[in-house]
């Protein structure tokens, strides 16, 4: 109880000391509206809730970054696009193949688990090494959420595609949970390519948009996401700014702009351990007249 006390008395000063740390660094390029700067990978670690100051429980998943550096830079020059390579938790030397440890080790970087890139305008390029902490992104602001789906196995239609299945009264047997008709008759005389029917379901990339950062542990370079990400837990999630908001309307306006082209890792030792999004609004238990 005393933890949540602390932190409810914390959030009326967090989103303006959360622009203070973001715009403090002297000789950085300075975040545009335009700028796209790179994501980070984290692990899912589950699912948990958390308590606005009005009492309404947010469901929300954290997700943990763990040794999540810059691994190499690709430049319009050399390889036709801008982007940096990610990599995210370390990895015994052993269980690395010899074409990846010549890989990690002409960019002096430690052997990762997982590699992914992320497409940055030229200003947003960082420094192969660079390490991507939890505050790289601000409290309240929105981004998306990408991993493969968790399998499920082969299933019907029903539980695949949402089908109603056949009537379930009397006069139907054994077939309730069927698909129904696949086809026509001799004309065309074949099912069509793509018809939905039974068969794998999950593990496929999937991408949830819009999701809003509800807390930041920089002591454990946690981020508390509000509502569900895909994936099993321990799952690699890739983060990344939300592409359909645009502009100033990614985070408050007393969180811009944005750390760029990430969080200095000096001034992150001076921040509170957590940031927390202030919600606002009225209290909903309250009839308005």
């Not at 000063?13 to 740390?21: G, Q």
């Not at 039974?198 to 454990?220: C, F, S, Y």
């Amino acid at each position: 109880m005393a933890s949540l006390l602390t932190t409810l008395g914390l959030r009326t000063s967090l989103r303006a000391e959360c622009r203070l740390y973001s715009t403090a660094a002297a000789g950085l390029p300075k975040w545009t509206p335009n700028a796209v700067r790179t994501g980070v990978i984290a692990r899912k670690k589950g699912m948990t809730a958390m308590w606005d100051e009005w009492g309404v429980r947010i469901p929300v998943t954290v997700l943990q970054l763990e040794q999540c550096q810059v691994v190499s830079v690709l430049t319009e020059e050399k390889d036709g696009y801008t982007a940096l390579q990610i990599g995210s938790s370390d990895k015994s030397r052993k269980n690395v193949t010899m074409p990846l440890q010549g890989h990690f080790d002409a960019h002096g970087v430690e052997p990762k688990r997982k590699l992914f890139e992320f497409r940055v305008t030229p200003d947003a390029v960082l420094p192969v090494g660079t390490e991507l902490v939890a505050s790289h992104f601000v409290p309240g602001q929105f981004v998306d959420c990408s991993a493969p789906t968790m399998g499920k196995g082969f299933q019907g239609a029903m539980k695949r595609h949402g089908f109603g299945g056949q009537p379930a009264s009397h006069g139907t047997s054994v077939t309730h949970r069927s698909l129904g008709s696949v086809g026509q008759r001799k004309d065309p005389g074949k099912v069509f390519k793509g018809k939905k029917m039974a068969g794998r379901m999950g593990g496929e990339q999937a991408t949830v948009q819009n999701l809003k950062v509800m807390k930041i542990d920089n002591a454990l370079n946690l981020l508390y996401i509000k509502g569900a990400i895909p994936g099993v837990d321990n799952q690699f999630i890739k983060i990344k700014d939300a592409v359909k908001k645009r502009g100033e309307s990614i985070a408050p306006k007393d969180c811009l702009p944005l750390p760029f082209p990430t969080v200095d890792p000096e001034l992150v030792k001076a921040m509170p351990r957590e940031l927390v999004a202030k919600t606002g609004g009225s209290d909903p238990l309250v009839i308005q007249e």
